[in-house]
């Protein structure tokens, strides 16, 4: 079974760049693209970036998205952090018979 | 762009069939995937299955693979999830998904549909 595995949460004060991981297992990471999402608490999700690396019409170019296949990663980093950030953020992608998988979600706190 | 319109909340009782929907409006029906996505009380999100309207192409996660059934009616540009038989941990949020065709991508959410079993 292909698993995507992310940090519970993490933590970083406004106007700071944060990084949130996402390691796969059971599979390269790179064989599928890696989609982000992200979860406002009360809100549906809203997707961030597409194709490992691309971000969705309107999303700020804060937000990047790469992988690493010599990790057998991905990463989704926020630079520049506003209060506004604070929300759930997903991992995304396939196995070999195009099934999704989540990984378990990263909550991340502005403070 | 479109949007994915979910049906209401419900609350059912075990042992309760159930049938949610995810109605399509505002683009080709028939040229996306279509995917139910759920998120029980206080946890994340888990990719149920999709559907290719077009063609009734199917498929589903090994962990609810026999548990539900997802089906889509072209004509009225509508995909459901469905149940026969609800348990109380059935009792979460399901979101409906849209999937680009060839990347399988998801581009568009629905607002969610809450289901509460419980005697």
């Known amino acids: 079974n292909f698993i995507l595995t992310q940090p519970h949460s993490v933590s970083e004060s406004p106007g700071k760049t944060v990084t949130i991981s996402c390691t796969g297992s059971?599979?390269?990471?790179?064989?599928?693209?890696v989609q982000w999402h992200q979860q406002r608490p009360g809100s549906a999700p809203i997707t961030l970036i597409y194709?490992?690396?691309?971000?969705r019409f309107g999303v700020p170019d804060r937000f990047s998205g790469s992988i690493d296949s010599s990790s057998n990663s991905a990463s989704l980093t926020i630079s520049g952090l506003k209060t506004e950030d604070e929300a759930d953020y997903y991992c995304?992608?396939?196995?070999?018979?195009?099934?999704?998988?989540f990984g378990g979600g990263t909550k991340l706190t502005v403070l | 762009e479109g949007q994915l319109v979910q049906s209401g909340a419900e609350v059912k009782k075990p042992g309760d069939s159930l049938k949610i929907s995810c109605k399509g409006s505002?683009?080709?029906?028939?040229?996306?995937?279509v995917g139910w996505v759920r998120q029980m009380p206080g946890k994340g999100l888990e990719w149920m299955g999709i559907?290719?309207?077009?063609?009734?192409?199917?498929r589903y996660s090994p962990s609810f693979q026999g548990q539900v059934t997802i089906s889509a009616d072209r004509s009225i540009k509508t995909a459901y999830l469905q149940w026969t038989s609800l348990k109380a941990s059935d009792t979460a949020m399901y979101f409906c998904t849209r999937h680009e065709e060839g990347t399988l991508m998801i581009d568009n959410w629905g607002q969610g549909t809450l289901v509460n079993v419980s005697s």
């Open positions: 194709e490992n690396s691309q971000r």
């Open positions: 995304q992608s396939f196995d070999i018979k195009n099934r999704g998988v």
């Open positions: 059971g599979g390269s990471i790179a064989s599928k693209y």
């Open positions: 559907i290719y309207p077009s063609d009734s192409d199917t």
């Open positions: 505002g683009y080709d029906f028939d040229t996306y995937w």
